[in-house]
């Protein structure tokens, strides 16, 4: 029989394996990043409470706002691209070459969407692949894929024999080039043959910029790109964030609007009054108030004046605290005041005979 010490060691052990296994292992932020790292942290550790505290790559663990988005990623002639989740940070964007084909560019076959709303590594290609012989195969796979453009052929069509020939078309609200190559030809073992164009929207019109707010950068206007709104400091957004440009030249959606920040009256401190009471009961982001001990009371530490920050938290109250100052009662009571208040005896003197007989 396993003794009760042995066991619980047993388990104490298994429960430590598994809680180690379980946390998320991030490399320290490296000495030269090229790109912009967002603010340090450690876990749980983000004053924002838009932002988490999470694994960026080379940058370490970072402050990430949890609605950054990395612009939409470009589809790759001669293969795929899938991306999951789509856009949000950490991201990952897989690339696929069609058959008779492969990936160009040394690991890139994967992309990663990182915190300073870019991906990573440079887009790769898909290369006709020289060592496949062309008697290999007689047919092709999957055609080529054209950003905003499709083809004529069958959409859920994955062969086509060799001498296949597909018609290209920008799609509405597009617009080619007319010497552009348009049409794609399957010469066997896999291999298309074209097509060579490019399908661009005559694009939106920059929105004008919003009371204290800006479109960010980098701003893009072509069809199917998202626009992205930001407030100055002390400001939150209300409405939609992100706003896409429609074939028709139009953006989607309402324009929102930048709203000051404020917060709820100033925390209360026991024993002490600030100088904020007759002001209404939201305070704008940047407002301080002074905190002052009642009466009988006197502070014993810490900073009096606390600001409503832009995350609508009041901060600097740290370690303040009012304290009652010593009764005197007790100063009375000491030995010295007792001995310098105490009243003189009287003596009596004797009367001598020769008085008395005057």
């Excluded at 957004?237 to 917060?263: F, H, I, K, Y």
Aim: glycine residues 8%; contains cysteine.
């Amino acid at each position: 029989m396993m003794e009760p010490n042995v066991i619980l060691l047993s388990v104490l052990f298994i429960f430590t394996a598994v809680v180690t296994c379980n946390q998320p292992k991030c490399d320290p932020r490296k000495d030269n990043v090229n790109r912009k790292c967002q603010k340090p942290c450690a876990l749980e550790a983000c004053k924002s409470k838009r932002k988490d505290c999470l694994c960026d790559g080379d940058c370490g663990l970072s402050c990430i706002n949890k609605n950054m988005k990395c612009e939409p990623i470009g589809s790759i002639q001669y293969g795929e691209v899938t991306v999951l989740p789509y856009n949000k940070f950490a991201a990952i964007a897989r690339y696929e070459c069609h058959e008779g084909y492969e990936i160009h560019g040394k690991h890139q076959r994967v992309r990663v969407c990182q915190g300073d709303g870019q991906w990573s590594l440079s887009p790769p290609e898909c290369r006709i692949n020289i060592n496949q012989s062309i008697q290999a195969k007689a047919e092709c796979g999957k055609p080529p894929v054209v950003s905003h453009a499709h083809h004529d052929g069958e959409i859920y069509q994955t062969t086509f024999d060799i001498g296949s020939m597909l018609q290209y078309t920008c799609d509405t609200g597009n617009t080619g080039n007319p010497n552009d190559i348009s049409r794609a030809w399957c010469v066997g073992a896999g291999i298309w043959v074209g097509p060579k164009m490019t399908c661009s929207s005559p694009g939106c019109s920059r929105p004008r910029s919003i009371d204290n707010g800006r479109v960010k950068e980098p701003f893009k206007n072509s069809f199917g790109d998202e626009m992205e709104y930001e407030c100055n400091e002390g400001y939150f957004l209300t409405g939609r964030r992100m706003r896409t440009c429609l074939a028709n030249g139009t953006w989607d959606g309402q324009e929102p609007s930048c709203e000051t920040v404020t917060c709820q009256e100033p925390p209360k401190i026991v024993n002490a009054v600030h100088d904020g009471y007759d002001e209404s009961s939201l305070y704008p982001a940047g407002r301080q108030v002074t905190y002052e001990c009642t009466k009988g009371y006197r502070q014993n530490g810490g900073h009096p004046r606390a600001m409503c920050n832009g995350d609508g938290e009041w901060v600097g109250l740290s370690q303040f605290a009012c304290g009652q100052y010593k009764k005197l009662s007790k100063i009375f009571s000491s030995p010295v005041v007792e001995a310098v208040q105490e009243k003189p005896k009287c003596l009596v003197k004797p009367v001598s005979d020769d008085n008395a007989q005057a």
